[in-house]
């Protein structure tokens, strides 16, 4: 199913508040959840004092936070240092949860499920830290840049098998992933054309853990790939690759349905007036997530809450929206809990999203998980418990604790029942503290909470 409904020209014209369509809170919630992992009620507070397009234009572009890329190196060094890559996710959680920069976050988040590499079969921490960081780099940069470089990053030639490939034996994995899963999508290539493209890219090797081209083990000969032929050296192979009319459409499907809806998939007619404006941009990744977060489309109900949420948008997302602070070391294994390992997606094809990250044991799982963060002692929110930070809220009573819990972490209004039942749990006799954090971890059962 497509939605060959929505108007393209209407949908990529930019949004303009009106009486309305006014820029207000619920608005700038929307904004700063899918542009991040959720936001705080201050930051909400200063977004409707902006103009949205200026505020798109600081999280495309973002002046980076000296002290805080300090604070994440130490910490990186102290990951890396224990050789263990399964620590990587307390660091990247880390990274996430305080991150001044949340669309860069987000989008080094995407293109490690949109080139997926897992350190279950890589292995070496560093080897995965320096691929993050490459994600990191071109983020919202040059995709033509980013695919050129992913090609020789040591992390992604292990995990497809391709750290000795000669040219006796092409091996045929990353030529086809190149093609089916990174730029261009199933039905827009041929067999031969992976057979040919496994031949440029051999003579590829890595030593002491970094790529190295050995051109005695390079076939130099001429090959025919995609309609083209020539001795094809492995730039120029790759830019063959991206000058396919099928590239810049694949890459903004897939933009359109991380920042956008999970279903349905984008009809050609709406992918169309982005693709051609990233091929005229020069494959600027920042320009088209700019275009996606300022349209008119992204701020109608063909898109509020019709994203699930990922773990990561379900923990990082509470944990930043109620200001809270939590052990990463442990965050880092709920993730992994709740089917989103960071640094260990399942499979090349990274991880399928949308409805499938929901079923009756993971519904249980994620419940679970929000119930232990909430309730675990050593989690603090701006600093204190629960019952002071709502106060600081202006959220005394318990109707106005559930009315800013709604605010702040839901998309869709729930039904009015709910409300009823969450202030019954506020208002019963006891800690208040615990009381909210039992009203919160109730919230998070509701099919309103899973969505965004």
Partial sequence: MTNTAIDPTWAWTPYRPTDEQPWNRTRAAHLLRRAGFGSKSKAIDAAVAQDPDEIVAGLVAPNLDAEFERDSDAFATTILASGNPKQLSAWWSYVMLRTPHPLLEKTTLFWHGHFATSAAKVEDSRTMYNQNRLFRQYALGDFGKLTHAIS????????????TNRKAHPNENFARELMELFCLGEGNYSEKDIQELARCFTGWEIRRGSFRFNRFQHDAGTKSVLGRNGPMPEEESIDIVLD???????IVRKLIRY??????????????PLANELREHAWDIGHVIRRILTSQLFHSEHVVGRKVR????????LLRTLEGSANAYQLGDDLDSLGQGLFYPPNVKGWDGGRAWIN??????????????????????????????FARLDADSA?????????????????????????????????????IAEAIHALSTIPEFQVM
């Fill in 152 to 163: 020789r990053d040591p992390a992604m030639l292990i995990y497809l098998d391709s750290v």
């Fill in 244 to 250: 396919q009319p099928a590239a810049p459409q694949f």
């Fill in 259 to 272: 920042f956008m809806f999970d279903e349905p998939v984008a009809s050609d007619e709406l992918v169309a």
């Fill in 310 to 317: 990922s773990p990561v948008d379900l923990v990082v997302g």
């Fill in 360 to 389: 009756s044991s993971t519904l249980l799982g994620r419940a679970n998980v929000i119930g232990r963060i909430i309730r675990d002692e050593k989690t603090r929110f701006a600093g204190g418990n629960l019952k002071e930070y």
């Fill in 399 to 435: 109707p106005t604790i559930v009315d800013r819990l709604f605010e702040l972490t839901l998309a869709v209004e729930p039904p009015q029942n709910v409300k009823e039942q969450l202030v019954e749990v506020v208002n019963r006799p006891g800690d208040r503290s615990q009381r």
